[in-house]
Each structure stands twice: as structure tokens, then as C-alpha cells.
């Protein structure tokens, strides 16, 4: 079996039609800083958080945030490297 390589491909990208900002991981939303999805303040749209391109609401985002849960084990809380 050949040995093939895996890419990560993270990208900040902007929609010219109406000035929305999206952060992606491999090509699907994603963001753990904060809202992957961001509108114009003008444009009165609330931003959407997502993890790994499935759409939460800020709360349920936050819980996944906080708890660690979804995380690398490098990034999660109380974990101890040695």
C-alpha cells in the first residue's frame, strides 16, 4: 500500500456578495476561536458557530469549547503531558 499524506487545509475566506467572513478546515466550517461564519454588522445577521462543518448554536458551541469535548488531547483541559 502506498504511503500517502495528509494535508491540512485551513482558510479564511470572504463572500463578495454580501462581505461574509468564514473560517474553514478542510473545506467545512470550522472555527474553535470563535464564530466560523461572520456578517457584516449592517447586514443585522447573527453570526453561526460551527465545529468540523456541523452547524451549533453559541451555547452548544461553548459547551463543546469549555468541555474540551472534540478537542486533540494536547488541547483539552486537565490533560498533562510528560
Given at each position: 500500500m502506498e504511503n500517502q499524506e495528509q494535508y491540512v487545509v485551513v482558510r479564511k475566506l470572504t463572500r463578495v456578495s454580501d462581505g461574509a467572513v468564514?473560517?474553514?478546515?478542510?473545506?467545512?466550517?470550522h472555527s474553535w476561536k470563535g464564530p466560523a461564519l461572520k456578517y457584516p454588522k449592517e447586514s443585522g445577521k447573527k453570526p453561526e458557530y460551527y465545529i468540523y462543518g456541523i452547524q451549533y448554536s453559541k451555547e452548544q458551541w461553548l459547551e463543546f469549547k469549555n468541555g474540551g469535548e472534540g478537542l486533540p488531547f494536547f488541547k483539552q483541559a486537565g490533560t498533562k503531558m510528560r
Open positions: 468564514g473560517m474553514t478546515l478542510n473545506y467545512k466550517l
